[in-house]
Structures are given as C-alpha cells and as structure tokens.
C-alpha cells in the first residue's frame, strides 16, 4: 500500500507519544536513578528497591535490582518476592510490567512494552502489559515484545525473542522463539 501525503495535514511523526508532565517525571526519574543508585555497590538491593518504591514501584521483598539496570516507568512496575532484574536489563514499560516471584531477568535481557502502528500514516504508538508468572526464567540478551504473557517457570533461552505467549514449565529459544522442550516443575512446596 502507498501513503499519500497530505502537505496541509499535521505530520503524526512529528506528534509526541507522551505528554510533556510524563516527560517531566521520567526525566526527574532518571536522574534520581543516576545519582543515588547507578554507581551503587551491586549488594546494595534493598537501598534501590526502597528508591523505585518512592517512584512508585510495588515491589516485592528480597528482590534483587542491580545498579545498571534501566526501568523506564517504576511507577509501572510491580514485582512478587525474591525477582532478579539484572546486570543491563532494559524494562521498557509504557503498559506496565509484572513479574511473579522468583523471575529472574538475566544480564541484558530486553522487556519491549510498546510498538507503533506501521498500516497507518498516523504511526500509532501501541502500549500493552507484560506479564510473567513466578519462575520464569528471561535468559541473557533475549527479548520480549509488548502483551506477551509468560506462563510460570517458562523459559526464553538467551539471545531468543518472543512475541508470543510462553506455555507454563516449556523452553523457547530462537528468533522467532519456538517451543524447543518442557522443563521440569521446580516450585518450592
């Protein structure tokens, strides 16, 4: 399909996606983040948990949330107990982020919570959930893509990407990530 422009029309790529209060608080955000916990020694967890909370976090007891790790909106986060955000993890989280207890984000690992519509000469900005239920394991460098559902203990293998939802107890590796085996139920009775 070919666009046509419209020289009279108001360029939508021009447009913002957010309104300047949100760019405000997001700019005071992260420059909280950068002086008071970005050179933080890694043990100090309870201190940067404190510090999302204050930012509006729900944040769950005994998580572990390392100092160069990059959250876009704390006030749309919210984790259960004992969570791993690691090393390099980027949440991108216009529509929200939850994850259960014991998930763990491995170094680098990429939580995408927004797209934009490509069909549409107004580009659309898209912002959906992601939900991952508790044990689920997001491997190094892997990405997940706005609405994905991550059923509990589902893994996705490093480096994968998914835009799908992930079976509870089941391996994805791959890009497009694809189920590759079942993994063993490992909660704690």
């Not at 020694?41 to 100092?67: C, D, Q, T, V």
């Not at 000469?121 to 939900?131: G, P, S």
Request: aromatic share 12%; net charge positive; proline share 6%.
């Amino acid at each position: 399909m070919i666009f046509s422009h419209d020289p009279n029309a108001e360029d939508a790529y021009k447009r913002p996606s957010f309104p300047v209060s949100d760019k405000i608080r997001r700019f005071v955000w992260m420059m909280t983040w950068f002086l008071l916990c970005r050179f933080t020694p890694a043990p100090m967890h309870r201190w940067r948990s404190m510090i999302l909370r204050l930012f509006g976090a729900k944040i769950g007891e005994g998580n572990y949330i390392y100092p160069n790790c990059n959250i876009w909106a704390p006030w749309l986060l919210e984790t259960e107990e004992v969570v791993t955000i690691g090393g390099g993890v980027e949440i991108y989280n216009p529509g929200g982020v939850k994850l259960g207890h014991h998930t763990i984000l491995s170094q680098d690992a990429f939580l995408c919570g927004a797209t934009h519509n490509y069909q549409t000469i107004d580009f659309t900005y898209i912002k959906k959930q992601i939900v991952m239920e508790p044990y689920v394991w997001i491997c190094a460098r892997a990405v997940v893509l706005p609405g994905v559902h991550c059923y509990e203990g589902s893994v996705l293998g490093a480096a994968s990407v998914t835009g799908k939802d992930m079976a509870a107890w089941t391996v994805y590796a791959g890009n497009p990530a694809v189920e590759v085996k079942k993994r063993n139920i490992v909660t704690s009775a």
